[in-house]
């Protein structure tokens, strides 16, 4: 019997362990899922004969070396942060190791040492980053064979919630690990349009008025996501003169979220002391606050809106323009906020949520331009088995499979663009109603 062990239990996890736990008696294997919540582990693995809880501390070397060492494939959903911990692991002790995780500078250092090892990491392997790059390699391939040549590449991406639970002014409700949602953009972003390489600023990036049309859904808003240009080489566009990808969300979200930035809300970098701090005092504390006016007109003075406008009532009903108190110690802005979200934002046990994701590709063949539209709507169960959780987990799941029945020979630290990998996963996804249709213009 083949052992996989998973490392994380959260959000992201529950359609993953669903996969292995499913496939569990006919591929013969067992599962391991260590988290510092014993209480969490058991609610996702229930009580199945094939699968063994692991409460551990993360930095507990000895027992977490203990876990690695017993098992044939490691599985990472841990903090970004902590991959390389788990990476370096697998390495000493020669396993394979899966994540949805970006590929970051700290497991480039040990690019080398994984291929002459012979062992496999495969990164990227979740949604965004994962299907996205399946899926557009897979178009890619498809028009190059053709003899197609590809001037623009644009993908986009976005956990929103659902139509039909969208019933707050922020359009928008937590599915996934809220820190990250927090702190999305703050590196800024890098693109090329037109042969031109744009760089945005974080206090720029959320000031938005691009908007791009969803068939079913309508207008949705976008901001360039990191730097689009690191997967120019990956998906073998040279010098294509424009390639960029983007996050999607409703429009609303985009300019409150850009009013939480000019406020200075989601700043990760000082701490100050919150306690006996009112959650107005907290909010206006880059403002100078006229005591003649109200809360709501002095931070509308300062966005530069009316006092009863959309901005405002998205602040009001994050609760942060009152007199309660904060109290969460010393923390940071980002942390405030994160709490703040958890709490404001949180899905309700029937909410569910959705993902889209779109590709927009131009082209060339036979001295005629083409546009190919290819876009996927996912959407969520209930505020356990998300559409997130799905398409984070079941690509991994499926890779799982994949590379313990011997069916893959692959080696060496890679993203998923590789026929042998994109064909099988991607076959498999539709067999859970995570497609892609197609249209040309």
């Known amino acids: 019997m083949k052992n996989i062990l998973l490392f994380g239990a959260g959000k992201s996890a529950t359609c993953l362990i669903d996969y292995l736990l499913a496939n569990a008696p006919r591929q013969k294997w067992h599962i391991t899922v260590a988290d510092s919540d014993l209480m969490l582990i058991k609610s996702k693995i229930g009580k199945s004969y094939y699968a063994t809880p692991a409460a551990i501390?993360?930095?507990?070397?000895?027992?977490?070396?203990?876990?690695?060492?017993?098992?044939?494939?490691?599985?990472?959903?841990?903090?970004?942060?902590?991959?390389?911990?788990i990476a370096k692991d697998c390495l000493k002790f020669s396993k394979n190791l899966l994540t949805a995780s970006y590929i970051d500078p700290e497991i480039r250092k040990l690019e080398k040492d994984i291929e002459k090892a012979g062992l496999l990491f495969m990164y990227e392997m979740g949604l965004d980053p994962g299907i996205d790059h399946m899926s557009a390699m897979k178009l890619i391939h498809s028009i190059e064979k053709k003899g197609g040549q590809i001037f623009c590449f644009k993908s986009y991406c976005g956990g929103l919630v659902s139509p039909e639970s969208n019933d707050n002014p922020w359009q928008y409700k937590i599915s996934w690990n809220s820190r990250n949602i927090v702190l999305a953009g703050t590196s800024g972003a890098t693109y090329r349009e037109k042969g031109k390489v744009k760089e945005v600023e974080y206090q720029q990036l959320f000031d938005q008025s691009k908007t791009i049309q969803v068939p079913g859904l309508g207008k949705l808003a976008y901001y360039p996501n990191r730097d689009s240009l690191n997967y120019v080489d990956v998906y073998s566009l040279g010098n294509i003169p424009t390639f960029m990808r983007a996050t999607l969300r409703y429009p609303d979200f985009c300019e409150g979220w850009n009013a939480l930035i000019k406020l200075g809300l989601t700043d990760d970098t000082k701490k100050i002391d919150t306690n006996n701090m009112s959650y107005f005092k907290w909010a206006s504390q880059n403002i100078k606050v006229d005591k003649q006016l109200s809360n709501e007109e002095n931070i509308a003075q300062?966005?530069?809106?009316?006092?009863k406008s959309k901005l405002v009532r998205q602040l009001k009903f994050l609760g942060i323009l009152n007199g309660d108190l904060v109290n969460q110690g010393e923390q940071t802005n980002a942390g405030v906020l994160q709490n703040v979200l958890d709490v404001r934002l949180k899905m309700e046990p029937s909410d569910k949520d959705m993902i889209v994701m779109l590709h927009e590709i131009e082209f060339e063949r036979r001295n005629m331009a083409t546009k190919l539209h290819s876009y996927m709507i996912v959407q969520g169960e209930d505020n356990l088995r998300t559409a997130m959780a799905k398409t984070v987990g079941l690509p991994l799941g499926i890779m799982a499979k994949l590379l313990l029945s011997g069916n893959l020979s692959l080696k060496g630290l890679h993203v998923p663009v590789m026929p042998e990998v994109y064909n099988p996963v991607l076959r498999e996804l539709e067999e859970h109603d995570i497609r892609f249709e197609e249209s040309f213009e």
Request: glycine share 2%; hydrophobic share 50%.
């Open 302 to 307: 300062f966005l530069g809106v009316s006092s």
């Open 57 to 85: 501390d993360i930095k507990d070397q000895a027992v977490r070396q203990q876990l690695v060492q017993e098992t044939d494939l490691v599985i990472s959903l841990l903090p970004p942060a902590l991959h390389i911990v």
